[in-house]
């Protein structure tokens, strides 16, 4: 068997979690369209094939546009409960036994959906595959940084009657011009309402952004990262706090954060002592699920099998999951390793 057989059969039954991934970029052309004919929206594309060939982009706010554009076609609890369900049922199909799932509740409420429509729908998902499939989860809502904070603001307090689902808040959308400290107050009122913290940061903004989510949004993990690299006592800060970075590689490559997967800093990360997880962002729009965000940055950087099985360990152990369910899953990746040498 040649070796690049054996590593992707190996990347695909490795136990892993994913923490970096928006259920709106989960949303496949297929189900838009299905989608949009039950709720007689009209999508500006003819076809699958011709909204597919639209998913070029030149950054990340080429794609934020496309982006927002799908998810007005997501209308009703419905709608967001079968987009959860097909994310669900394709990360089982992966071998992912427990993710953190980012949602975007200002891009709905803003069109005059509520906040319990949606999170209604993505709950009953979540319910439903931790009960068939055994996939635990968790819930953070993020605010878009392009709008202000009062935006934010309110979003959060339409969020307290279903705070029993939301595990944490995060920060997402158009970066550059939009730094963690416009957002230091709703953190700092989320924290004091018991919720985790992170934040989208150094994915195209500098390495300042990292630092101030550090500082004054202090975040349990940092999403992207990949520009704390241009500052050495910043990496220092992360290795010395462990602070982990959700690495996002097809996305990286797609909105040209860099240039080719070959160039991709990851293993650079990990020998610095980063704390690195593999994750998808927007699948349906980036080429690939987990499991194909693995196998391409494996290729790419030539990651041994020892290198894969530390970042499956590392997805468990940036999660927000127990000490005990921790340490239960990394026995579940010890054991696979074992079995598969
Ligand atoms: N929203 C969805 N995907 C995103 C990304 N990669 N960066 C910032 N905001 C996003
Ligand atoms: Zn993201």
Not at 277 to 297: C, H, K, R, W
């Amino acid at each position: 068997m040649d070796k690049e057989f054996l590593i992707e059969n190996f990347i695909n039954g490795i136990p892993k979690a994913e923490l970096h991934l928006h259920i709106e970029g989960t949303f496949e052309p297929e189900l838009m369209f299905k989608i949009a004919k039950r709720n007689n929206i009209k999508i500006k594309y003819e076809s699958v094939e011709e909204l597919r060939n639209a998913y070029s982009f030149g950054n990340l706010q080429d794609f934020l546009n496309i982006y927002y554009e799908g998810a007005n076609v997501l209308m009703t609890s419905d709608d967001f409960y079968d987009l959860t369900k097909a994310y669900l049922d394709k990360i089982h199909s992966q071998n992912v036994l427990h993710c953190e799932i980012f949602f975007d509740p200002q891009t709905h409420t803003s069109r005059g959906i509520s906040f319990g429509t949606v999170i209604t729908g993505i709950h009953k998902a979540l319910t439903e595959a931790k009960e068939k499939n055994g996939i635990s989860s968790y819930l953070i809502m993020c605010f878009l940084r392009d709008l202000d904070l009062e935006s934010a603001m309110k979003t959060f307090e339409e969020a307290i009657p279903f705070k029993d689902w939301i595990m944490g808040v995060g920060l997402d959308s158009a970066e550059v011009g939009n730094p963690p400290s416009k957002f230091k107050d709703i953190f700092d009122l989320a924290r004091s309402k018991g919720f985790m913290t992170v934040a989208h940061a150094g994915e195209e903004g500098p390495a300042e952004y990292i630092r101030e989510a550090l500082d004054l949004l202090k975040v349990s993990r940092i999403d992207h990262g990949n520009n704390s690299l241009h500052d050495e006592s910043l990496v220092e800060e992360l290795v010395r706090l462990k602070i982990p970075l959700t690495i996002c590689p097809l996305s990286n490559h797609k909105l040209r954060v860099v240039d080719k997967l070959e160039n991709h800093p990851l293993k650079k990360m990990m020998e610095m002592g980063l704390e690195v997880t593999i994750n998808s962002d927007d699948p349906a729009y980036f080429g690939g699920y987990i499991n194909e965000n693995y196998l391409a940055i494996a290729n790419a950087l030539n990651l041994s099998k020892e290198d894969i099985c530390r970042i499956a360990k590392n997805s468990f152990n940036a999660s927000f999951l127990t000490d005990v369910d921790k340490e239960l899953l990394n026995k579940k990746v010890d054991e696979y390793m074992a079995q598969s040498t």
